[in-house]
């Protein structure tokens, strides 16, 4: 299975996934271990799934917040969150992932996570899989701080970049501007929570849903697969 092909394989042309996630939501998370299981049913030979930003928290301070404080202004108290967060540890679970949300320290701001996976998906496309999974796995089974460019700097040498040409982008402005605006288009496009699955440019599906789901849609763009001229 091709997941980020630059040119077709094949006579058809390719299944086109836009992933529209944050790196610091858990859903998000699990939505994409979820989509892995709905694409492992399928025999697909051509397949390019795009990872696109979110901004959960658009006003994040540069530096992030305490972890506790982020948790109770956003659900009003400790007992709350554990409630929210239990319902997700579950669901993760099931899929697999084992989150250890108490070893996280800080909430980034996750804009820098994202001009990383941009700039090396730009240049190499097929990393971009591996490249968000581990940015998941640094937050959300490590506790990393994956706002902190020296993080997401050993993420990146992981995947074969060069680390002080990955510290001087992240120290510039560079392509910031772009995180921001994709955060502004999603958002024009109706999507108010992530993630979001849009399929050929034609389906947008909401939400981590079920694999089965997920197959469903997977199956439909197969369908609208046309030959390439």
């Keep these: ?3 980020h092909a630059g040119q077709n394989e094949t006579s058809l042309m390719p299944i086109r996934i836009e992933a529209i ?5 858990p859903w998000c ?3 994409k271990k979820r989509l ?3 694409l492992s049913r399928e025999q697909l030979e051509n ?3 795009n990872w696109r930003p979110f901004l959960l928290n658009p006003d994040m301070p540069n530096g992030g917040i305490d972890r ?3 948790l109770s202004a956003k659900f009003g108290g400790a007992e709350s969150a554990t409630r929210v967060y239990k319902a997700i540890e579950t669901a993760g679970a099931a899929v697999g992932i084992d989150f250890k949300f108490d070893d996280i320290k800080i909430t980034p701001d996750s804009t820098d996570s994202h001009r990383l996976i941009f700039k090396v998906c730009s240049e190499r496309p097929a990393v971009g899989n591996a490249l968000v999974e581990d940015l998941f796995v640094a937050y959300f089974l490590e506790g990393q701080n994956i706002g902190d460019p020296d993080i997401l700097a050993e993420i990146a040498v992981t995947h074969g970049e060069d680390r002080s040409e990955i510290l001087d982008y992240l120290a510039g402005d560079m392509d910031r501007d ?3 605006q994709e955060n502004r288009v999603a958002h024009q496009m109706g999507v108010t929570g992530v993630p ?4 050929n440019g034609r389906h947008a599906l909401s939400g981590a849903q079920e694999p089965e789901i997920l197959q469903r849609m997977v199956r439909l763009a197969r369908q609208e697969e046309t030959p390439a001229l």
Aim: net charge neutral; with cysteine; glycine share 8%.
């Design 47 to 49: 397949l390019i799934i």
């Design 196 to 199: 979001c699955f849009v399929f």
């Design 1 to 3: 299975m091709n997941w």
């Design 178 to 180: 772009f995180v921001g």
């Design 21 to 25: 996630v944050d790196t610091i939501c």
């Design 36 to 38: 892995e299981k709905a």
């Design 29 to 31: 998370y699990i939505g």
């Design 68 to 70: 506790k404080l982020y």
